[in-house]
């Protein structure tokens, strides 16, 4: 099992920046963590791709925050951060951290708000 814990959400003015972070431990016989990344729900939307990051710290970026976001990682921690900067007001949403350990098995995490205001 793994476990996935977000933070860093908030409320920010439109052009600020916030930083997530998401923490995730595992336990049985789970030694590492493959792809990482983030996602984001808006009300009344559906849940869509934000970023991932590879265990090899390659990057994709939706073309929503390309350019204005950073996804990284720290593999000994089993962290995964993303810096968002010159929020919007489009930006607002859930974010959700997942982790994925095969082409099958995801984990999310429970979801932290982000709220930019204009």
């Known amino acids: 099992q793994v476990q996935l814990v977000e933070s860093g959400g908030g409320l920010v003015q439109a052009g600020g920046s916030l930083s997530l972070s998401c923490a995730a431990s595992?336990?049985?016989?789970?030694?590492?963590?493959?792809?990482m990344g983030w996602y984001r729900q808006a009300p009344g939307k559906q849940r869509e791709w934000v970023a991932t990051i590879t265990r090899g710290s390659r990057t994709n970026y939706a073309d929503s925050v390309k350019g204005r976001s950073t996804i990284s990682r720290d593999n000994a921690k089993n962290m995964v951060y993303l810096q968002m900067n010159s929020l919007k007001p489009e930006d607002t949403a859930v974010y959700y951290c997942?982790?994925?350990?095969?082409?099958?098995?995801?984990?999310w995490g429970q979801g932290t708000q982000v709220t930019v205001s204009s």
């Open positions: 997942n982790a994925d350990l095969d082409s099958v098995r995801r984990y």
């Open positions: 595992t336990s049985g016989s789970i030694y590492r963590i493959n792809d």
